[in-house]
């Protein structure tokens, strides 16, 4: 049985910010990686939007700054996942994929959140073959192609407009008849001869006999004028926000609607005395890493405060 003071769970800027102040404030913390080690910013290219860097910063490069310095004071980083937790016992027990069992007296949970899919049959049968949640990740291979990006929020125009650097055309398939992403990422795409945004248009299926080949659309649907058409396109993107990765947790902690962790009021306090939820995990709104980091800190500095007691 291993034991540490503290464990975070996940390294975003949330998971690592809580590393840097708890290491800081000498609680030797142990940070579990997680699949997806650096956290969803990892998938993205420029972060323009982190204080401090006014030219922005390449987001891999940011996420190893916050590793090394969450490292530099002393956190042990392991590249695992948690598979069991048992916070209904003290110290809390966790399960990690390589089997091995800690025990924690506070735990830090900066699992964040993960894309959302529309639940068509087709997106499984072409995951991987056409079907993507990740631009940056998978957009190299639409070269002068012609792909979808399903949504209209930021992420949504930010992925269209990536895509549009590398692709023929770019369709964004919206469903309401306005965009809601922020004014600045809708100027982008709209200025973008590129892009051509399908307003009132939702996606009824997919189809290609080698990946896709193209969509099956409905123009408003439900509607006198709806119309239902095929369009042909070779990379389908999807870009419709995200779900908390709190599964695990749900057994003891209180959840939203969406399984959000409900923490008590803007402090990253759960239901649990010494159990901490930060960054979008937590945060149905904002998804920001310099929010996510904020929230870290605060986690870190209610740990080392409860740990005291
Ligand atoms: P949002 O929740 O803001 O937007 C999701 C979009 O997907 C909406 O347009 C929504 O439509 C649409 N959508 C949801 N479900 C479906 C569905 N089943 N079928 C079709 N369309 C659907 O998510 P984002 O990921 O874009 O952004 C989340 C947060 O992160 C926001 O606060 C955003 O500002 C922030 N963000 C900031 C960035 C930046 O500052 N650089 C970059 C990326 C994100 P509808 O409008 O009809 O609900």
């Not at 190893?64 to 310095?69: A, H, N, S, T, W």
């Not at 991987?128 to 192609?145: H, I, N």
């Not at 947790?249 to 009021?265: N, Q």
């Amino acid at each position: 049985m291993n034991t540490t003071k503290l464990l975070i769970i996940g390294s975003g800027p949330a998971g690592y910010t809580a590393g840097i102040y708890a290491g800081r404030a000498n609680l030797s913390p142990t940070l579990i990686e997680g699949m997806q080690p650096g956290g969803q910013l990892t998938i993205t290219t420029e972060v323009e939007n982190f204080p401090g860097f006014p030219e922005g910063i390449d987001a891999n490069e940011l996420m190893e700054g916050m590793r090394r310095q969450a490292e530099r004071f002393g956190t042990q980083i392991l590249p695992n996942m948690v598979t069991d937790i048992d916070l209904g016992t003290r110290p809390f027990h966790v399960t990690l994929d390589d089997n091995s069992h800690w025990t924690a007296d506070s735990i830090i949970i900066a699992t964040g959140a993960s894309a959302k899919y529309l639940g068509l049959p087709d997106e499984q049968k072409y995951m991987g073959q056409g079907v993507s949640a990740c631009a940056t990740c998978d957009g190299f291979f639409y070269r002068k192609k012609i792909v979808a990006v399903v949504g209209g929020g930021d992420t949504a125009c930010e992925e269209a407009s990536y895509l549009a650097g590398l692709a023929s055309k770019v369709y964004l398939i919206v469903r309401k008849p306005f965009l809601r992403a922020s004014k600045i990422m809708q100027e982008r795409v709209l200025s973008n001869d590129k892009i051509e945004v399908l307003f009132e248009t939702n996606t009824l299926g997919l189809y290609g006999e080698n990946g896709v080949e193209g969509a099956h659309l409905v123009y408003r649907k439900g509607e006198n004028d709806e119309r239902q058409y095929d369009l042909p396109i070779d990379g389908f993107f999807l870009a419709i926000g995200h779900h908390p990765n709190s599964e695990l947790f749900s057994p003891w902690l209180k959840t939203d609607e969406d399984g959000y962790i409900i923490t008590e009021g803007d402090s990253p306090r759960t239901a649990v005395p010494g159990v901490y939820a930060a960054g979008d995990v937590a945060d149905p709104h904002y998804r920001q890493a310099v929010i996510a980091a904020a929230s870290g800190a605060k986690a870190a500095m209610e740990a080392e405060k409860f740990l005291a007691q």
